[in-house]
Protein backbone atom coordinates (compact mmCIF):
# COMPACT_ATOMS: atom_id res chain seq x y z
CA UNK A 1 0.00 0.00 0.00
CA UNK A 2 1.42 3.43 -1.18
CA UNK A 3 -0.43 6.21 0.57
CA UNK A 4 1.61 9.71 -1.26
CA UNK A 5 0.79 13.38 -1.89
CA UNK A 6 -1.76 13.34 0.88
CA UNK A 7 -2.04 16.79 0.93
CA UNK A 8 -4.43 16.91 -1.81
CA UNK A 9 -6.95 15.30 0.14
CA UNK A 10 -6.65 17.61 2.95
CA UNK A 11 -6.05 15.01 5.49
CA UNK A 12 -2.65 14.43 7.60
CA UNK A 13 -1.11 11.31 6.21
CA UNK A 14 -1.73 9.33 9.84
CA UNK A 15 -5.39 9.69 9.38
CA UNK A 16 -5.83 9.07 5.94
CA UNK A 17 -3.71 6.02 6.39
CA UNK A 18 -5.93 4.37 9.14
CA UNK A 19 -8.62 5.18 6.47
CA UNK A 20 -7.21 3.33 3.71
CA UNK A 21 -6.26 0.46 6.29
CA UNK A 22 -9.84 0.47 7.37
CA UNK A 23 -11.18 -0.02 4.10
CA UNK A 24 -8.76 -2.34 2.89
CA UNK A 25 -10.01 -4.52 5.98
CA UNK A 26 -13.49 -4.34 4.82
CA UNK A 27 -12.89 -4.97 1.23
CA UNK A 28 -9.67 -7.40 1.34
CA UNK A 29 -10.20 -7.96 -2.25
CA UNK A 30 -9.14 -4.12 -3.04
CA UNK A 31 -6.30 -4.78 -1.48
CA UNK A 32 -5.00 -7.67 -3.41
CA UNK A 33 -5.79 -5.82 -6.63
CA UNK A 34 -4.44 -2.61 -5.74
CA UNK A 35 -2.37 0.31 -4.11
CA UNK A 36 -4.36 2.81 -3.14
CA UNK A 37 -3.02 5.80 -2.94
CA UNK A 38 -5.03 8.87 -1.82
CA UNK A 39 -8.71 10.44 -1.44
CA UNK A 40 -9.22 12.38 -4.45
CA UNK A 41 -13.00 13.32 -3.50
CA UNK A 42 -15.65 13.20 -0.74
CA UNK A 43 -19.36 13.73 -0.74
CA UNK A 44 -22.23 13.18 2.12
CA UNK A 45 -22.31 9.07 1.17
CA UNK A 46 -18.78 8.21 0.32
CA UNK A 47 -15.64 8.88 -0.36
CA UNK A 48 -13.26 8.46 -3.56
CA UNK A 49 -9.27 6.68 -3.60
CA UNK A 50 -7.15 6.58 -6.55
CA UNK A 51 -5.50 3.05 -7.13
CA UNK A 52 -3.29 2.03 -9.32
CA UNK A 53 -2.89 -1.76 -10.63
CA UNK A 54 -0.43 -4.12 -8.61
CA UNK A 55 0.29 -6.16 -11.27
CA UNK A 56 0.88 -3.54 -13.94
CA UNK A 57 4.54 -2.81 -13.63
CA UNK A 58 5.65 0.73 -12.68
CA UNK A 59 3.64 2.89 -10.95
CA UNK A 60 3.79 5.83 -13.20
CA UNK A 61 2.80 3.28 -16.05
CA UNK A 62 -0.04 1.83 -14.48
CA UNK A 63 -3.56 2.33 -15.16
CA UNK A 64 -5.24 4.34 -12.63
CA UNK A 65 -8.52 4.02 -11.36
CA UNK A 66 -10.89 5.79 -8.65
CA UNK A 67 -11.97 3.29 -5.61
CA UNK A 68 -16.00 4.86 -4.39
CA UNK A 69 -16.03 3.82 -0.85
CA UNK A 70 -20.09 3.71 -0.32
CA UNK A 71 -20.92 4.32 3.84
CA UNK A 72 -21.93 1.49 5.66
CA UNK A 73 -26.00 3.10 5.90
CA UNK A 74 -26.33 4.07 2.15
CA UNK A 75 -29.54 2.79 1.01
CA UNK A 76 -29.83 -0.11 -0.86
CA UNK A 77 -32.20 0.74 -3.07
CA UNK A 78 -29.39 3.60 -4.55
CA UNK A 79 -26.47 1.67 -4.68
CA UNK A 80 -28.54 -0.71 -6.76
CA UNK A 81 -30.23 2.23 -9.12
CA UNK A 82 -26.30 3.87 -9.22
CA UNK A 83 -24.67 0.65 -9.90
CA UNK A 84 -27.31 -0.15 -12.90
CA UNK A 85 -26.96 3.73 -14.25
CA UNK A 86 -22.95 3.19 -14.25
CA UNK A 87 -23.41 -0.28 -16.18
CA UNK A 88 -26.25 1.10 -18.63
CA UNK A 89 -25.33 4.24 -19.49
CA UNK A 90 -21.98 5.18 -18.62
CA UNK A 91 -18.90 4.20 -20.50
CA UNK A 92 -19.18 6.38 -23.42
CA UNK A 93 -20.58 10.03 -24.50
CA UNK A 94 -18.32 11.80 -21.31
CA UNK A 95 -20.60 9.81 -19.01
CA UNK A 96 -18.55 7.62 -16.39
CA UNK A 97 -18.77 3.79 -16.54
CA UNK A 98 -17.84 1.05 -14.15
CA UNK A 99 -15.05 -2.28 -13.95
CA UNK A 100 -16.39 -3.95 -11.99
CA UNK A 101 -18.15 -3.32 -7.64
CA UNK A 102 -16.78 -4.92 -4.65
CA UNK A 103 -19.03 -5.55 -1.73
CA UNK A 104 -18.39 -7.50 1.43
CA UNK A 105 -20.94 -7.69 3.95
CA UNK A 106 -22.32 -3.43 4.38
CA UNK A 107 -19.34 -2.04 2.68
CA UNK A 108 -19.28 -1.83 -1.22
CA UNK A 109 -17.16 0.22 -3.58
CA UNK A 110 -17.11 1.08 -7.03
CA UNK A 111 -14.38 0.96 -8.85
CA UNK A 112 -14.23 3.09 -12.04
CA UNK A 113 -11.62 4.86 -14.76
CA UNK A 114 -9.94 8.08 -13.49
CA UNK A 115 -9.02 11.08 -15.22
CA UNK A 116 -6.85 13.60 -14.24
CA UNK A 117 -9.39 16.88 -13.89
CA UNK A 118 -8.54 20.90 -13.20
CA UNK A 119 -10.42 22.38 -10.49
CA UNK A 120 -13.45 24.28 -11.87
CA UNK A 121 -12.05 27.70 -10.13
CA UNK A 122 -8.81 27.15 -11.98
CA UNK A 123 -10.88 27.84 -15.61
CA UNK A 124 -14.17 29.64 -14.30
CA UNK A 125 -12.32 33.20 -14.74
CA UNK A 126 -10.71 32.27 -18.47
CA UNK A 127 -12.55 30.27 -20.20
CA UNK A 128 -12.71 31.38 -23.86
CA UNK A 129 -15.50 31.27 -26.74
CA UNK A 130 -13.72 28.40 -27.98
CA UNK A 131 -13.24 26.63 -25.27
CA UNK A 132 -16.68 27.56 -23.98
CA UNK A 133 -18.53 25.94 -26.81
CA UNK A 134 -16.19 22.28 -26.66
CA UNK A 135 -17.33 22.56 -22.79
CA UNK A 136 -20.98 22.79 -22.85
CA UNK A 137 -21.21 20.55 -25.75
CA UNK A 138 -19.53 17.95 -23.90
CA UNK A 139 -21.99 18.45 -21.05
CA UNK A 140 -24.30 18.55 -22.66
CA UNK A 141 -23.90 15.40 -24.27
CA UNK A 142 -23.69 13.58 -21.40
CA UNK A 143 -27.14 15.04 -20.18
CA UNK A 144 -28.39 14.13 -23.64
CA UNK A 145 -27.18 10.50 -22.90
CA UNK A 146 -28.23 10.08 -19.39
CA UNK A 147 -32.13 11.77 -20.13
CA UNK A 148 -32.23 9.19 -23.47
CA UNK A 149 -32.42 6.15 -20.55
CA UNK A 150 -35.09 8.34 -18.87
CA UNK A 151 -32.69 9.20 -16.00
CA UNK A 152 -32.56 12.51 -14.13
CA UNK A 153 -28.73 12.90 -12.59
CA UNK A 154 -30.15 15.45 -10.11
CA UNK A 155 -26.50 16.22 -8.90
CA UNK A 156 -25.20 18.38 -11.84
CA UNK A 157 -22.16 21.09 -10.78
CA UNK A 158 -19.02 21.49 -11.76
CA UNK A 159 -17.46 19.04 -8.95
CA UNK A 160 -19.56 16.33 -10.86
CA UNK A 161 -18.16 16.95 -14.16
CA UNK A 162 -14.75 16.26 -14.43
CA UNK A 163 -12.48 18.41 -17.50
CA UNK A 164 -9.26 17.67 -17.96
CA UNK A 165 -8.02 20.94 -20.13
CA UNK A 166 -4.89 19.81 -20.89
CA UNK A 167 -5.85 16.80 -23.09
CA UNK A 168 -9.59 18.26 -23.22
CA UNK A 169 -11.46 15.52 -21.58
CA UNK A 170 -14.50 15.41 -19.86
CA UNK A 171 -16.42 13.14 -17.77
CA UNK A 172 -19.78 13.20 -15.87
CA UNK A 173 -19.46 11.25 -12.62
CA UNK A 174 -21.09 10.62 -9.40
CA UNK A 175 -24.96 9.41 -9.81
CA UNK A 176 -25.90 8.78 -6.23
CA UNK A 177 -29.00 10.98 -6.29
CA UNK A 178 -30.32 9.53 -9.66
CA UNK A 179 -33.58 8.90 -10.42
CA UNK A 180 -35.87 7.38 -12.75
CA UNK A 181 -38.28 9.81 -14.77
CA UNK A 182 -41.72 8.70 -15.04
CA UNK A 183 -43.94 10.57 -17.08
CA UNK A 184 -47.19 12.22 -15.25
CA UNK A 185 -50.15 10.24 -15.96
CA UNK A 186 -52.91 12.60 -18.23
CA UNK A 187 -56.65 11.34 -17.43
CA UNK A 188 -58.62 10.18 -20.51
CA UNK A 189 -61.90 12.49 -20.53
CA UNK A 190 -62.87 11.01 -24.07
CA UNK A 191 -62.06 7.61 -23.63
CA UNK A 192 -65.04 5.10 -25.12
CA UNK A 193 -67.08 2.50 -22.88
CA UNK A 194 -69.97 0.16 -23.70
CA UNK A 195 -73.48 1.72 -23.31
CA UNK A 196 -74.22 -0.46 -20.69
CA UNK A 197 -71.82 -0.15 -18.17
CA UNK A 198 -71.73 3.96 -19.54
CA UNK A 199 -75.51 4.37 -17.95
CA UNK A 200 -74.88 2.39 -15.01
CA UNK A 201 -71.41 4.48 -13.70
CA UNK A 202 -72.82 7.70 -14.94
CA UNK A 203 -76.01 7.27 -12.30
CA UNK A 204 -73.85 5.66 -9.55
CA UNK A 205 -71.10 8.70 -10.80
CA UNK A 206 -74.14 11.70 -10.65
CA UNK A 207 -75.12 10.66 -7.26
CA UNK A 208 -71.52 10.23 -5.91
CA UNK A 209 -70.42 13.50 -6.86
CA UNK A 210 -73.44 15.19 -5.83
CA UNK A 211 -73.02 13.88 -2.28
CA UNK A 212 -69.32 14.80 -2.64
CA UNK A 213 -70.00 18.44 -3.97
CA UNK A 214 -72.17 18.87 -0.41
CA UNK A 215 -69.37 17.68 1.56
CA UNK A 216 -66.46 19.64 0.06
CA UNK A 217 -68.86 22.92 1.00
CA UNK A 218 -70.23 21.65 4.28
CA UNK A 219 -66.36 21.74 4.72
CA UNK A 220 -65.07 24.45 3.01
CA UNK A 221 -67.49 26.73 4.92
CA UNK A 222 -66.76 24.81 8.68
CA UNK A 223 -62.69 24.95 8.06
CA UNK A 224 -61.77 28.61 5.85
CA UNK A 225 -58.31 29.32 6.48
CA UNK A 226 -58.14 33.09 7.06
CA UNK A 227 -53.81 33.06 7.63
CA UNK A 228 -53.13 33.45 4.14
CA UNK A 229 -50.79 36.58 3.37
CA UNK A 230 -50.43 36.76 7.57
CA UNK A 231 -47.43 36.53 9.82
CA UNK A 232 -48.71 33.45 11.39
CA UNK A 233 -50.00 29.52 10.13
CA UNK A 234 -53.49 28.71 11.85
CA UNK A 235 -54.57 25.27 12.96
CA UNK A 236 -56.16 24.02 10.07
CA UNK A 237 -52.80 24.68 8.02
CA UNK A 238 -51.05 23.07 10.60
CA UNK A 239 -52.99 19.63 10.42
CA UNK A 240 -52.77 19.28 6.71
CA UNK A 241 -50.56 16.68 5.60
CA UNK A 242 -47.17 18.06 3.98
CA UNK A 243 -46.55 17.91 0.37
CA UNK A 244 -43.74 15.72 -0.30
CA UNK A 245 -41.39 16.66 -2.53
CA UNK A 246 -37.68 15.86 -3.63
CA UNK A 247 -35.08 18.40 -2.50
CA UNK A 248 -31.76 16.76 -4.42
CA UNK A 249 -29.29 18.71 -5.70
CA UNK A 250 -26.77 21.58 -4.50
CA UNK A 251 -27.97 24.59 -3.01
CA UNK A 252 -27.15 27.13 -5.90
CA UNK A 253 -27.55 24.79 -8.54
CA UNK A 254 -31.50 23.76 -8.00
CA UNK A 255 -34.07 24.44 -10.74
CA UNK A 256 -37.02 26.87 -9.55
CA UNK A 257 -39.94 23.60 -9.67
CA UNK A 258 -37.25 21.99 -7.12
CA UNK A 259 -37.52 25.61 -4.98
CA UNK A 260 -41.25 25.56 -5.29
CA UNK A 261 -41.62 22.21 -4.30
CA UNK A 262 -43.01 20.11 -7.19
CA UNK A 263 -43.65 16.47 -6.85
CA UNK A 264 -42.99 15.93 -10.15
CA UNK A 265 -40.05 16.65 -11.59
CA UNK A 266 -38.22 15.93 -14.72
CA UNK A 267 -34.63 16.15 -16.40
CA UNK A 268 -34.96 19.82 -16.77
CA UNK A 269 -33.62 19.84 -13.46
CA UNK A 270 -30.41 19.02 -14.86
CA UNK A 271 -30.88 21.47 -17.75
CA UNK A 272 -31.10 24.34 -15.21
CA UNK A 273 -27.69 22.99 -13.51
CA UNK A 274 -26.01 22.94 -16.77
CA UNK A 275 -27.17 26.54 -17.33
CA UNK A 276 -25.85 27.88 -14.01
CA UNK A 277 -22.57 26.56 -14.71
CA UNK A 278 -22.11 28.78 -17.72
CA UNK A 279 -23.46 31.09 -15.84
CA UNK A 280 -20.63 30.85 -13.87
CA UNK A 281 -18.32 30.77 -16.62
CA UNK A 282 -19.87 33.79 -18.51
CA UNK A 283 -19.74 35.78 -15.63
CA UNK A 284 -16.41 34.62 -13.78
CA UNK A 285 -18.10 34.00 -10.60
CA UNK A 286 -18.39 30.96 -8.37
CA UNK A 287 -20.51 30.13 -7.18
CA UNK A 288 -23.42 32.62 -8.73
CA UNK A 289 -25.63 31.72 -6.44
CA UNK A 290 -24.94 31.79 -2.70
CA UNK A 291 -27.81 30.92 -1.04
CA UNK A 292 -28.30 29.43 2.47
CA UNK A 293 -31.75 28.13 1.90
CA UNK A 294 -34.59 27.84 -0.70
CA UNK A 295 -36.31 30.77 0.24
CA UNK A 296 -33.11 33.06 -0.17
CA UNK A 297 -32.52 31.31 -3.62
CA UNK A 298 -35.88 31.80 -4.75
CA UNK A 299 -35.12 35.55 -3.77
CA UNK A 300 -31.75 35.54 -5.78
CA UNK A 301 -33.62 33.71 -8.94
CA UNK A 302 -36.23 36.16 -8.78
CA UNK A 303 -33.91 39.21 -8.61
CA UNK A 304 -32.47 37.67 -11.68
CA UNK A 305 -35.33 37.36 -13.99
CA UNK A 306 -38.12 39.60 -12.41
CA UNK A 307 -41.15 39.06 -10.03
CA UNK A 308 -43.67 38.74 -13.19
CA UNK A 309 -41.68 35.61 -14.56
CA UNK A 310 -41.49 33.95 -11.41
CA UNK A 311 -44.96 34.52 -10.20
CA UNK A 312 -45.98 33.49 -13.60
CA UNK A 313 -43.30 30.09 -13.11
CA UNK A 314 -45.44 29.78 -9.51
CA UNK A 315 -48.81 29.82 -10.78
CA UNK A 316 -47.97 27.48 -13.32
CA UNK A 317 -46.62 24.98 -10.38
CA UNK A 318 -49.90 25.63 -8.46
CA UNK A 319 -48.44 27.49 -6.19
CA UNK A 320 -48.22 31.28 -5.11
CA UNK A 321 -44.77 33.29 -4.99
CA UNK A 322 -45.92 36.90 -2.80
CA UNK A 323 -42.89 39.48 -3.10
CA UNK A 324 -42.70 43.27 -1.40
CA UNK A 325 -41.77 44.68 -3.83
CA UNK A 326 -41.82 44.20 -7.91
CA UNK A 327 -38.70 43.90 -9.67
CA UNK A 328 -38.28 44.06 -13.49
CA UNK A 329 -35.33 41.66 -14.04
CA UNK A 330 -31.52 42.08 -14.88
CA UNK A 331 -30.29 42.43 -18.06
CA UNK A 332 -27.72 39.03 -18.34
CA UNK A 333 -25.46 40.30 -20.67
CA UNK A 334 -24.92 43.44 -18.83
CA UNK A 335 -24.54 41.96 -15.66
CA UNK A 336 -22.07 39.35 -16.40
CA UNK A 337 -19.90 41.80 -18.29
CA UNK A 338 -20.08 43.96 -14.67
CA UNK A 339 -19.24 40.71 -12.31
CA UNK A 340 -16.35 39.95 -14.99
CA UNK A 341 -14.98 43.03 -14.98
CA UNK A 342 -14.33 43.16 -10.92
CA UNK A 343 -12.73 40.05 -10.68
CA UNK A 344 -9.69 40.30 -9.25
CA UNK A 345 -7.44 36.99 -8.60
CA UNK A 346 -4.87 36.65 -5.87
CA UNK A 347 -1.35 35.68 -7.11
CA UNK A 348 -0.09 32.10 -6.57
CA UNK A 349 2.53 33.30 -4.58
CA UNK A 350 -0.33 34.40 -2.04
CA UNK A 351 0.86 37.78 -1.67
CA UNK A 352 -2.04 40.23 0.02
CA UNK A 353 -0.78 43.42 -1.99
CA UNK A 354 0.15 41.85 -4.79
CA UNK A 355 -3.36 41.28 -6.59
CA UNK A 356 -3.20 41.01 -10.18
CA UNK A 357 -6.56 41.11 -12.91
CA UNK A 358 -6.65 37.58 -14.50
CA UNK A 359 -9.95 37.89 -15.92
CA UNK A 360 -10.42 36.53 -19.64
CA UNK A 361 -11.13 39.95 -21.42
CA UNK A 362 -13.64 38.09 -23.52
CA UNK A 363 -16.60 39.82 -25.85
CA UNK A 364 -18.75 36.05 -25.62
CA UNK A 365 -20.95 36.08 -28.83
CA UNK A 366 -24.69 36.83 -28.63
CA UNK A 367 -25.56 33.12 -29.44
CA UNK A 368 -23.86 32.36 -25.99
CA UNK A 369 -26.56 34.57 -23.53
CA UNK A 370 -29.51 33.12 -25.85
CA UNK A 371 -28.51 29.68 -25.17
CA UNK A 372 -27.35 30.32 -21.23
CA UNK A 373 -31.13 32.34 -21.52
CA UNK A 374 -32.85 28.84 -23.05
CA UNK A 375 -31.35 26.48 -20.68
CA UNK A 376 -32.27 29.07 -17.58
CA UNK A 377 -36.03 29.04 -18.88
CA UNK A 378 -37.84 29.58 -15.09
CA UNK A 379 -40.71 27.11 -17.07
CA UNK A 380 -39.19 24.13 -17.51
CA UNK A 381 -42.13 22.92 -19.93
CA UNK A 382 -40.46 24.93 -22.45
CA UNK A 383 -36.77 24.83 -21.13
CA UNK A 384 -34.70 24.08 -24.00
CA UNK A 385 -33.96 19.97 -23.88
CA UNK A 386 -30.11 18.53 -24.13
CA UNK A 387 -30.96 17.33 -27.87
CA UNK A 388 -31.90 21.06 -29.41
CA UNK A 389 -29.81 22.06 -27.01
CA UNK A 390 -26.61 20.64 -29.12
CA UNK A 391 -28.51 22.27 -32.26
CA UNK A 392 -28.41 25.76 -31.27
CA UNK A 393 -26.60 28.16 -33.38
CA UNK A 394 -23.58 28.69 -30.39
CA UNK A 395 -22.91 24.86 -30.09
CA UNK A 396 -23.07 24.33 -33.89
CA UNK A 397 -20.98 26.80 -34.86
Same mark, same amino acid.
Given at each position: ????? !? ?6 ? *? ?30 ? !? ?24 ? *??? *? ?82 ? !? ?33 ? *? ?87 ? !? ?114
Amino acid at each position: MSVTE !SAQSGEQG *PYLEERIVALIRELPVLGQLFHIHFKIGEGTF !SSVYLATLKESGSSKESKKFAVKHLI *PTY *PPARIERELQCLRDIGGADNVVGIEFCVRSGASVAFVMPYIRHTKFSDYVYNMGTIELKHYMRALLVALRKVHMFNIMHRDVKP !SNFLYDRRNKRYLLVDFGLAQEYKEEKKVEMNKPQ *PLETYCVKRKRTDENKRQQLEETKQTAADSKCYCFGKPRVCSLCLARPSQVASRAGTPGYRAPEVLFKCPHQTPAIDIWAAGVIMLCIL !SATQPFFRCPDDCTALAEITTLFGTEKMTACARKLGKKLICSEQMPGTDIVSLCQKLRARVKIPPKDNSRNDYRKNVLVEHYPPEAFDLLLKLLDVDYKTRITADDALNHPFLRG
